[in-house]
């Protein structure tokens, strides 16, 4: 079975500052990866993910995030801190034998001015 | 392209009335699934349907609660008799064949019961 663990329910930064949001997932078999953004009163939107090849992946918004097969991580990055991007962010993992995925509990982002 | 459509956005209604819920998935997406949010409780997956076929509704809280795909693309998940507890934000996801691809959301129905 797999699991998502996401550190710290809530994380706050000053703008300009980096952003980093933790993930760590527990899985027998490669995993495919995803970080997902929710802003208020929205669904979720699709930030990035990983699959197959380059383990540092680039999504919207400045978002990149780095799979560690060693650490069993997908840390979610932003060099620099915007307004904009406070909002809940989930981590979450497909183990590619079925559609069955797996969210974090979610990470909810402050930035302060 | 159009995404998942939900409806209502927004549902009010009293206690023990019953409450359908609808989604229209992505055209081309074989995989549907139903999720509940709340403060308490997070996201929470009730149950999800691989062409149109049910397989796993082991989330789904109560006999209270049943979901239907009568189509590739409609689905609806009902509460009947609907309850207090039952307030949340409701969100249909739709996803491709293919076992790499994401999940895409809709907008969600905030379902209130008073």
């Known amino acids: 079975a797999q699991s998502v663990t996401q550190l710290g329910s809530h994380v706050s930064v000053s703008e300009g500052a980096l952003v980093l949001l933790r993930c760590n997932y527990s899985s027998s078999v490669p995993p495919y990866l995803f970080w997902y953004v929710q802003y208020p009163n929205q669904g979720l939107q699709l930030l990035l993910k990983y699959t197959t090849g380059a383990t540092l992946v680039k999504g919207i918004n400045g978002f990149e995030a780095e799979f560690k097969k060693s650490e069993t991580s997908f840390h979610l990055t932003k060099p620099s801190a915007h307004m904009s991007d406070a909002a809940e962010y989930f981590c979450?993992?497909?183990?590619?034998?079925?559609?069955?995925?797996?969210f974090g509990t979610g990470t909810s982002l402050t930035v302060i001015p | 392209d159009a995404g998942v459509i939900q409806s209502p956005r927004h549902e009010v209604t009293e206690m023990g009335q019953e409450v359908t819920l609808r989604c229209k998935p992505i055209s081309g997406h074989n995989s549907l699934f139903w999720y509940r949010q709340t403060m308490m409780r997070g996201l929470e997956l009730l149950i999800y349907?691989?062409?149109?076929?049910?397989?796993?509704d082991s989330g789904m809280p109560e006999d209270r609660f049943s979901a239907k795909m009568p189509n590739a693309s409609f689905s609806t998940l009902k509460i009947q008799p609907s309850e207090p507890r039952d307030s949340a934000v409701y969100f249909c996801?739709?996803?491709?064949?293919?076992?790499?691809?994401?999940?895409?959301f809709g907008d969600g129905t905030r379902l209130s019961i008073l």
């Open positions: 979450a993992v497909s183990d590619g034998t079925g559609n069955q995925f797996y």
């Open positions: 349907f691989n062409n149109n076929v049910p397989i796993d």
């Open positions: 996801a739709s996803s491709p064949p293919a076992s790499n691809q994401p999940q895409h």
